[in-house]
T-cell receptor
Framework: AQTVTQSQPEMSVQEAETVTLSCTYD???????LFWYKQPPSRQMILVIR??????QNATENRFSVNFQKAAKSFSLKISDSQLGDTAMYFC?????????FGKGTSLLVTP | NAGVMQNPRHLVRRRGQEARLRCSPM?????VYWYRQLPEEGLKFMVY????????ESGMPKERFSAEFPKEGPSILRIQQVVRGDSAAYFC????????????????FGSGTQLSVL
């Protein structure tokens, strides 16, 4: 069974600062994908960034980047130049077939 | 191109009633997935359907829950004789092909239906 653990239930960061959200996972699969999703109060699930496990290079999407440590089974999300609109729940997710396994989420608050 | 449409957005039912949740996938998508999000939890996979076929229902409770994706019309998640523990947000997602996570098979989520059982 695959499990995804997000150890930070809540985090806060000031606008324009950088914040890192942690995620670890457990799997025996060799080929899989990792995702970070953002869920604002509107409840919409928005894909933030995606990482293929076979790629060593860390994925980046504008202000969002990941630190993927395959041996440690760690997949953290770094948000640079935080903006008020980044306030949301952030879910780390693992996919080895077609079903996503989500962590419990980290609530991020960006303050002025 | 409209996204994944779910309705209703909010649904209130009394214990013992039936709940029907609808999901219209994105145009051209023939694969539908249902997920459930309990309070303060991440989403949990329930069922994967293709047109007229249930591919994987391993995440569905054994009783009272059923899902369908007919040839025409939206996918329906049906919960019979609802109980308070069924209160949750139910999300639908769709993909053009089976969503293996690779570049072309991306998953698109709807905004969910919040089911409240009184």
């Amino acid at each position: 069974a695959q499990t995804v653990t997000q150890s930070q239930p809540e985090m806060s960061v000031q606008e324009a600062e950088t914040v890192t959200l942690s995620c670890t996972y457990d799997t025996s699969e060799s080929n899989y994908y990792l995702f970070w999703y953002k869920q604002p109060p509107s409840r919409q699930m928005i894909l933030v960034i995606r990482q293929e496990a076979y790629k060593q290079q860390n994925a980046t999407e504008n202000r969002f980047s990941v630190n993927f440590q395959k041996a440690a089974k760690s997949f953290s999300l770094k948000i640079s130049d935080s903006q008020l609109g980044d306030t949301a729940m952030y879910f780390c997710a693992f996919m080895a077939g077609y079903a996503l396994n989500f962590g419990k989420g980290t609530s991020l608050l960006v303050t002025p | 191109n409209a996204g994944v449409m779910q309705n209703p957005r909010h649904l209130v039912r009394r214990r013992g009633q039936e709940a029907r949740l609808r999901c219209s996938p994105m145009k051209g998508h023939s694969h539908v997935y249902w997920y459930r999000q309990l309070p303060e939890e991440g989403l949990k996979f329930m069922v994967y359907l293709q047109k007229e076929n249930i591919i994987d229902e391993s995440g569905m409770p054994k009783e009272r829950f059923s899902a369908e994706f007919p040839k025409e019309g939206p996918s329906i998640l049906r919960i019979q004789q609802v109980v308070r523990g069924d209160s949750a947000a139910y999300f639908c997602a769709s993909s053009p092909n089976v969503a293996t996570g690779t570049g072309n098979e991306k998953l698109f989520f709807g905004s969910g239906t919040q089911l409240s059982v009184l």
